[in-house]
């Protein structure tokens, strides 16, 4: 074989034009690194953990004038600068406070939010504790929260210039005080229970 064929039959990069190009099938679709990974749909304890802390930080931004809370999908383009991104996430939810609400537009976010955060499902929980966590602390999302509705757990981490340092790990029925919230105690048993 010769170097230009080879070079022909290396496959290419995904990228966000070709995002776009996708039909309209349901499916969620996402791009990690020129990756596409396609997400099936999250199962019912997923989906009423996601539900539940959507409210507590939704209604908790709203009251407090804090920013906006979106829950997946909505697009976040991370390599928003780049004029052909290949890296597209739908978290679970996340958080854009309001001095930097300009990073939202009508279709996405372009840009790292303040917060993601992910609620594992036996599909995700690998890329989610590897991929994407390698990914947001690259981009510099500065906080990360890793939610285990399985083991009831929730890993709250947070960027520094090294990259990310856990804080703490949350368990069962305790009472989790945001860094991102200091005037909000979330209580986990109500995102289990």
Known sequence: MSAPQAIQSLPKAF????????????????????????????NRVHQRCSIRLSIILSLHATQHDLGE???????????????????????????????RLQIITEENVQGSPDLIVEILSPSTANTDRDQKFKIYQ???????????????????????????????????????????????????EELWS
């Not at 990228?15 to 990974?37: F, W």
């Not at 981490?157 to 990259?163: E, F, K």
């Open 15 to 42: 990228r966000y034009s070709d995002y776009l190009k996708l039909p309209d099938d349901d499916n969620l679709y996402e791009i990690l690194r020129g990756e596409l990974v396609v997400r099936t749909s999250p």
């Open 138 to 188: 690259e981009t510099q999302v500065a906080h990360y929260w890793i939610i285990d509705p399985t083991a009831q757990t929730l890993e709250e981490y947070v960027w520094h210039p090294n990259g990310y340092s856990r804080c703490a790990l949350y368990t069962d029925n305790d009472e989790f005080p945001p860094s991102l919230f200091p005037e909000l105690a979330i209580r986990l």
């Open 69 to 99: 809370v979106y829950t997946a999908p909505f697009d976040v383009i991370l390599d928003s600068e780049s004029s052909d991104p290949e890296i597209l996430v739908k978290p679970d939810l996340l958080f854009v406070s309001t001095d």
